[in-house]
């Protein structure tokens, strides 16, 4: 199948090429967005696939099925930006990412609470500025106890 990736990025391709590599479908990479401008760009792909901030209203999902597609593979859980309704009208499928890696998800919270709390925003900016003062960028012990469930 042939398959027009919108808002592609260089380490998501790299990604999108291995896990293609044994389906062997034709993939065209878009550094653009999908929107009412750029859908002409997937005509003649079987397949349009999308992110997060790619418009896929009404007036997409019907320049995307003149030009032939007839699948929406979106690369995110959400689908907020997908009018369901116009796309089951037009007979196109839908389909996203069910769910991502927990652990990833939970590590991304550690480390967005560790950073919070160690203050490594405004360390960053202050060594970056050469001034090395640990005035305010002290933080607390993150601890808790073990509870049995």
Known sequence: MEVAVFSSTPYERQYLDEANRAEHHKLRY???SLDVDTAGLAAGY????????????ADVLEAL??????????????F??????????????????????????????VALLLAINRKVHRAYN???????????????DLYGKTVAV
Do not use: Q, W
């Open 46 to 57: 079987g397949a349009a696939c999308i992110f997060v901030n790619d418009k896929a209203n």
């Open 126 to 140: 202050r060594t970056r500025d050469s001034n090395f003062s640990l005035d305010g960028l002290t933080g607390f």
């Open 80 to 109: 907020n930006n997908v009018d369901l309704s116009v796309a089951e009208k037009l007979g196109m499928k839908v389909v996203r990412v069910v769910t991502y890696s927990p652990n990833s998800v939970a590590e991304h919270a």
């Open 30 to 32: 878009i550094d653009v």
């Open 65 to 78: 099925h003149k030009g032939g597609t007839r699948l929406l593979a979106l690369r995110c859980t959400g």
